[in-house]
């Protein structure tokens, strides 16, 4: 490694933990109402909003009909991009005169959007409008982004309040979250990518004549306005069908480093929310530094195993698949961030990775999307980890298990059961499907391990509402599309709706005082207990899947044998 690239992984690490209180400082203003420099700007929108749509903001619900309010907010989404791409050539800022999507790849993309994964069988500049890009795909970057963050306040307020069904409004949770969080921070982003060079206009391709002689067709178009809520909103999707490895969606290694710190920037900054709405800032720091502890671990693997040497290619870094504008580090720290977070935004191809560093990248995924993780959906995800941690921690020493005063009963310990086994269930039974089925196999670009590994990773990370994919496998078959977006919506929707059922359930519960004999949900010890659960129960249960794919390769790699 070279000493940019250290410095560079430093700053990183640096303004993460420097921006977190003050992001989540912010964000705790206005999930709880009080006064915060936005209001001035964009409360009229607010009040606007409810006025438009008839709701009534200090109106509370429980969890059921908050779970209904999401659950339908997102189909009328799934329903309207899906009619939006089948009838895209009837629609405006369409220069290129593309076609209609073909009805799979348009129910895949419509779940893929709504449901924060931002999958995409599809090459971008060649398949979708301006219309599609902005009014579709965007719109729902942002309300897909909001909804985990509205969940992860639903459950807030569930582990705070005491004797109530109350945990909120799903339509002002919605509200405030789009105009005062991720609508502010994504212009100002915008405007700097737009700085360093990124697209934004609405000009018909060009086509100019390079040094050789020959013509080349310059895709244009309002890029940059999707890719700073891509980034900030842990969405993924590309503008381009290279995502940020092309040099319009990503021109500048400045620009490189900017996209790859605001994919952390919001779920880092919510854990401090988290402990401040709690009121406990010591619990936020907890989990931050978990989630933490598991980045730098990741990371490590990942830079070790792309910088050591190979026994076929010999003792140089392999830049095959990689980014070189940005180097191996570049690319690395770029596929372990956006993997960690849920987020499906890629500088360089993981299909070419080395089976370690592919792997690393399957398991950030594979453990729930819990390693700071999507905005709101990482979150939550550790909170299902943290309740079995305490559950686990109190069939130890013999006593009711408790976490932040609220008492942990068989009904939260189901919930938080059923939603890690629905992922799992989702990724292990359709990869297996798909490696023996030939509509599976014929979309294949690879044979051995490294091929079954293209299918793990295609469904782990529909599950995981990553979005991010192993270069080799084509899925825009209607094979693809379907299972795909089936897993999509079992991943997003299948750990939401026991989330929100713990929310409300542990909302109806008194809080305990603590005592001496409270075990403590914020040191040392319970940092350490609380990886080991993640990594067991989030690990072993797809060890016998990874061994048939990187584990494997990685040991035919070593003995000079290659597919």
Avoid at 135 to 149: C, K, Y
Avoid at 229 to 238: A, D, P, R, V
Avoid at 304 to 327: C, D, L, Q, T
Avoid at 339 to 345: E, H, K, L
Wanted: charged share 10%; proline share 4%; glycine share 10%.
């Amino acid at each position: 490694m070279k000493t940019i690239d250290i410095f560079q992984i430093i700053l990183f690490i640096i303004l993460l933990i420097g921006l977190t209180p003050l992001l989540g400082s912010y964000m705790n203003k206005v999930f709880t109402g009080n006064k915060h420099f936005m209001l001035k700007i964009f409360g009229w929108l607010e009040r606007l909003t409810y006025k438009f749509i008839k709701v009534n903001p200090d109106e509370e619900t429980n969890w059921k009909k908050y779970a209904v309010n999401l659950l339908i907010f997102n189909l009328i989404g799934i329903v309207f991009l899906f009619l939006l791409q089948t009838f895209q050539s009837y629609l405006p800022l369409n220069p290129q005169h593309l076609a209609d999507i073909t009805w799979h790849s348009a129910f895949n993309t419509a779940v893929s959007f709504v449901t924060n994964t931002n999958w995409q069988g599809y090459a971008g500049e060649t398949t979708m409008s301006y219309f599609i890009q902005l009014i579709g795909l965007t719109v729902q970057n942002f309300v897909s982004a909001v909804t985990g963050i509205a969940v992860i306040l639903a459950v807030i307020r569930g582990i705070s309040r005491k004797t109530t069904d109350k945990i909120g409004n799903f339509w002002t949770d919605l509200t405030r979250s789009t105009l005062y969080v991720l609508l502010p921070l994504s212009i100002l982003f915008s405007v700097v990518l737009v700085g360093q060079g990124v697209v934004q206009n609405f000009k018909s391709y060009e086509t100019v004549q390079t040094l050789q002689g020959t013509q080349q067709v310059l895709p244009m178009g309002p890029a940059a306005s999707q890719i700073a809520i891509k980034q900030i909103g842990t969405n993924g999707g590309g503008f381009f069908n290279a995502n940020s490895a092309h040099p319009y969606e990503n021109p500048t290694p400045f620009s490189n480093f900017l996209q790859i710190f605001a994919i952390f920037l919001i779920p880092s900054a919510l854990t401090y929310t988290y402990g401040k709405m709690l009121g406990s800032v010591r619990q936020g720091w907890t989990i931050f530094t978990v989630m933490f502890i598991l980045f730098i671990t990741g990371l490590g693997i990942s830079l070790y195993a792309e910088y050591s040497a190979n026994p076929v290619f010999g003792h140089i870094p392999m830049m095959e698949g990689k980014e070189a504008r940005f180097g191996v580090s570049g690319s690395v720290l770029f596929s372990v961030v956006t993997t960690d977070a849920s987020c499906g935004a890629v500088n360089a191809m993981h299909d070419s990775f080395t089976p370690l560093a592919g792997m690393v990248c399957m398991i950030n995924m594979m453990l729930g999307e819990i390693i700071f993780g999507g905005v709101g959906a990482g979150l939550y995800g550790m909170v299902i980890f943290i309740i079995l941690t305490v559950f686990i921690a109190g069939l130890m020493v013999g006593r009711t298990p408790e976490y932040m005063g609220k008492k942990i009963g068989a009904f939260e310990v189901q919930m938080a059961i059923l939603a890690n086994l629905v992922t799992s269930f989702a990724i292990l039974i359709f990869t297996a499907w798909a490696a023996v089925s030939s509509y599976g196999l014929s979309s294949l670009n690879n044979a051995g391990p490294h091929g079954f590994s293209e299918i793990l990773y295609a469904f782990t990370s529909a599950a995981g509402n990553n979005g991010s994919a192993f270069a080799g496998l084509n899925a825009n078959t209607l094979f693809y599309n379907l299972s795909l977006g089936f897993v999509m919506l079992i991943g997003r929707f299948g750990v939401i709706i026991p989330v929100l059922a713990i929310a409300g359930s542990l909302a109806k519960k008194n809080i305990t005082p603590l005592s001496s004999g409270t075990f403590r949900t914020d040191n040392w010890l319970f940092i350490c207990l609380l990886i080991g659960v993640i990594l067991i129960v989030g690990g072993l249960t797809y060890f016998p899947a990874l061994s048939f794919g990187p584990v494997i390769e990685h040991l035919l790699m070593n003995s000079g044998i290659i597919f």
